[in-house]
Each structure stands twice: as C-alpha cells, then as structure tokens.
C-alpha cells in the first residue's frame, strides 16, 4: 500500500508553502502598481491649475483649489501667487504660510512671503523672509535682486549693494553732483573708485567716501543713486561745499568767531582754487593758555588717494596741578610750558576699509617758574629740542550693512627723542575700537557709539605728553564730568602715563531744519589713568554721566555738556565749538 504524506492544517503539503506564497507577492505587487498608475485627484487637480496658471486664470484657480479639503504645498504655491495676483494680499500670506509649514525647505514660499510683505510696506518683515529665502538658497538671483530693491527703497544703499553686487547690479550710466561744485571736477573724479557704464560695487563706494571726505571740503556728503528707465542707475552725489571762507558773510563770521566765548577765533579759509587746498588756523588770547596754530594741507600730487600738510603750533600756557576742578583743592605742583613745534605727514586713504598716516615733528619745550610741589619730579621737566615720529594705521573690522553697524580700529605709535641732558628717548601707543550703529534703517534719527581706547608710555616721557582723561579743548581723551581747568588754568584733570578709556552716547535728532539742527545725547564714560605719583593720577576707576547737546548752525558745531562723576558726585558743565 502506497504511503501517504501528512497535510498541514492548510491542507497543502510543506513543500508547496514557498510557491503559494511567491504568487501571492507577485499579486500584491501588481495591485500597488496598478495603484500608483492611477492619478490622484490631487495629481490631476494640480496639472488643471499648472494649465490656469498658464493662461493666468486667477479667480478659477482660487475656486478650484479652495474646494480641496487639504492640498498639498504645491497647490498651496498656487493658491497664494493666484491670490496675491488678485490684490488679496491677507489671504495670500496665509496661503503661503501653509506651504512653508508643509515645505519649510522650499525656498519659494519666504521669497513669495517677501513679497506679500513687500506689497504691504512691511519692509522690515520682507526682508526678513527673503534672507530666510537665501538662507536656502544663496545663488537665487531673483531673490537677492529682490532684497537689494527693498533696502534701497527704505534708504539703506549699502545693504541695497551687498545684495546686488551678487547678481552684477547696478550698472551705472552717469555720475552727476546734485548742484554745480566749486571744486575742480577732475580733482572730484580722481576721488571716485567707480566710472560711468560700470557695476557700482560696495567695496567702490566705501572707497569713494573715503577719499571725498580726505579733500575735508564737504561738511555733509552722501552718494545716492537715480533709477533710470533702462532700469540702469546715475549716481547723484549731494554735498554740502565750503569754499572760502564760507557761502556768505554770516557763515564766515560764524565760523571765524566760533569760539569767540572762550577767547578764540578759528581763520580758515577751504579749497584755494578748487584744488582741495585748505588753510586752517587758531589764535587763543586767553592769558592763562595762549597758542597759534596754523595748517596747510592739500592733496598730494592732485590725487585725493593721499594728502599732506604741513602746520605750526606755538603754546605759552600756565599749569597749576590741582586734585579737583572745583571744591577744596590745593595746589600741588606748578609751572608755566612754552613749547613751539613744526610738522609735516602723509595721509593715505588707501581704500574703504583701511588707510594709514605718517609724520615727523621738530619741537622745542622748556619750563618755567616750576613749582615742584608734591607732585613734579625732574624726570618729566625734560626740556630742549625733541624729534618725534607718529604713525597710525585704521582698519575696519566688520560692517553688517543690513544692521547699518560697523566696528573699526585704529593703532598708533609716537616715537620720540629729546636732546635734553641727558639726551633720552620716549614712546606712546595707543589703540582704539570704535562702534556705529544706525538702528533704524533710513536716516538717522537715532545713532549709537561706542568707543574703547587705550595708551601706554614706554621711556622717560615728558610732562606734556602725558595722557589726560578730561574736557579740555586741546585734548581728546574726553571724560565729561571732570573738566580739566581751573581759573583758566590746565592741570585740574587726572594725568598718567597709561589709560583706559570708554566713552558710550546716543545721538537722538530733536530738530533738523537744514540750516539748523539740534540732537539731545546721553551718554557714560569710564576711565582710569595710571603710572604717575598719586598727585597726577587716578587711583581709582573714574564714572561719569550725563547729556549732551549738539548743535549745528550754518555747517558749524557747538557741544554743550553737563556730566555728573557717579564717584565724587561733583557736577560738571562745558561747552565748546566744533567744525
């Protein structure tokens, strides 16, 4: 009797297990391609859209997609640019909004949203979508042309230029001053790293401002650009000239007589010939501080590249070295400094970013009716003739044109010899880092600045040349609550061989009428100056604060300041003219 095979529970034999199931895969597989081949509705929806689109059928296309319960983010691509077409700006945005929530690597819905947003006058959120465009893709042309076009509609040309530059824009026909200049139009051509029928890039117009503000004939001056209707720019550059000394009888006399408060006129006379050749110059009558000084500085070899001058400066002035500039404050030294000087420097505007100084001065110093005190040591009373070199080097670290920041820096080296008995040598370095930010992103209602210096002495250094933290009209090293004479006298402010020095303001325009303008800055400044007897130094950090208010008449400056030291308490109040 023939033996039989057991069946499993399905009734089939173990060996035939393999075969029913490969048949069953084999249908499975046939069914899901059957199912892929068919179109989705979604699928066939899209492709009529595609069609409308084409022939710019907006309302169909609104209908059309507004009956999908949920559409994908492409139809949502569509939705939105049909709705946007249509004006409906609120309903586009929300239509985009969607996609870039199903599709957030799709770089077209922050560009759309741009747009919208660009539409609405909201440019600080269409640029916003756009760098979140570019952020997906760098390279997009129409995005970056995008966002150039809307910060040059909101005033900020730099940032206008980053993004264009990208995508060789703007391309540039004429170059015209706004008004007829008195300056030699050569002279004004030379100054300029772009040319006519050429890409205006950044880096071009940094170095253009550079080297127009070095002829130091324009009080105000910007560049801007005129759209044309070949879609090409002219650049129009606006300026405010002085020429002479002044447009006018009332501005020469103003800006002569500027200091005329505190014993000083100011004769300058600008642009000699239209040639960029200024002559400026101080005479100070005051008893206890006489000086003259005079400059003669023009472009060197008519290029505005670089510039020399050539000036003078004699001082009789009278020093009484007190711990305070009001109050009880003995006297603890004094004498009376004589000190004529010549000198003679190149300065090179090399490009936007960086440029560079040199110069040499020949001086003679000498002391007299010295007071030693308890503070003067015959190490700093070193007189005679003295050489001296200066040199300084500027660099800007950054700039973030969308932000309207930049941040530069600045080093520099005196090194001197003075053949005195014995004949010894000196030097001083300094360093700076300066802050500018604009935080709106036209004009300048609010400006905020920040500025770090540093110093230190190496050798026997004379006692005019130390360093001195606060106001006094022949020093920069402001701290605007200690003022740095009394009765008329210099020595009131803390002197040292080495300091630290922060100055913090916010300029804020009160008032701007062309002819007249008024900002209101408050402001905080810290220091501390070492290295010299106790007498002449601050041992301590010094803190000051306070506001500001500037002034500006005719094209001519004038600070009025009152500063409070968080230390002391001692209130301070000063005034001076700028140009």
Known sequence: MESRRQLDAAGTTPTGRP???????????????????QPSPQTGRLATVKQLFAEQRWEQIVREIESIPRPDAELDFY??????????????RRAFLAGHHLQPSDKRFPIELGGVAFKQKRYSEASAWLHRGLRLDPADSYANDFLGTVYFVQGNLQAALKYWNRIAKPQIEEIRPEQQLRVDPALLDRALAFAPASTLRLPDLLTSEARTGGLEIFSIYNFQLAARADRKFDVVFRAQERDGWGSNKWEALLSVCRGIFYQTVYPEFFNWHGAAINIMSLVRWDAQKRRLAATFSAPLERNPKRRYHVGLDLRNENWSIRPSFKGPAPILGALNLRRESVDGGIVSFSSGRWGWSTSAELSHRDYRSVFLGSVLIPDVLSHGYQLKHLAQLNRELFRLPDRRLVVASSVSSQAATIWSRPRHTFEKLQASVSGEWFPQMRGDDYKVQERVRAGRTVGQVPFDELFMLGLERDNDLWLRAHIGTRDGRKGSAPLGRNYFLSNWEIDKNVYDAGLLGVKLSPFLDTGKITGSSAGLSSTKWLWDTGVQVKMRVLGVGGTFSYGRDLRSGHHAFYATALR
């Open 19 to 37: 075969l029913i199931r490969a048949l069953a895969a084999l249908a499975l597989l046939g069914w899901t391609f059957s199912l892929l081949a």
């Open 79 to 92: 939705h939105g640019s049909a709705l946007a077409q249509l004006g409906r700006w609120d309903d586009a």
